[in-house]
């Protein structure tokens, strides 16, 4: 059974810094790229960062690029995101993602990130 599970978020005053974890299992982690996706209060999903299977290529929203930095470690199953002077508008619950062949795209349960004085 293919899970993610995100962990790291929680409150942080604006400028302040966390690093989110997403731990996979169910499947061969290292065989596919892997993407967080965030959803902001009253907001739709948006995409925030992707990274290559092999960590050869990371790519960002214009909204995050400089701020945020998109890792993994294939031996350990791990996706990460640091995030890095936090505004208000990055409060959102953020999910990791993937599509997983041939079953299709797998979601975490999601993860808490508040940016608030």
């Known amino acids: 059974e293919v899970q993610l599970v995100e962990s790291g978020g929680g409150l942080v005053r604006p400028g302040g810094s966390l690093r989110l974890s997403c731990a996979a299992s169910?499947?061969?982690?290292?065989?596919?790229?892997m993407m967080w996706v965030r959803q902001a209060p009253g907001k739709g999903l948006e995409w925030v960062s992707l990274?290559?299977?092999?960590?050869?290529?990371?790519n960002y929203a214009n909204s995050v690029k400089g701020r945020f930095t998109i890792s993994r470690d294939n031996a350990k199953n791990t996706l990460y995101l640091q995030l890095n002077n936090l505004e208000p508008d990055d409060t959102a619950v953020y999910y990791c993602?993937?599509?997983?062949?041939?079953?299709?795209?797998?979601w975490g349960q999601g993860i808490q990130v508040t940016v608030s004085s």
């Open positions: 993602t993937s599509r997983i062949i041939p079953t299709g795209w797998y």
């Open positions: 169910g499947f061969t982690f290292s065989n596919y790229g």
């Open positions: 990274i290559t299977k092999d960590d050869s290529s990371t």
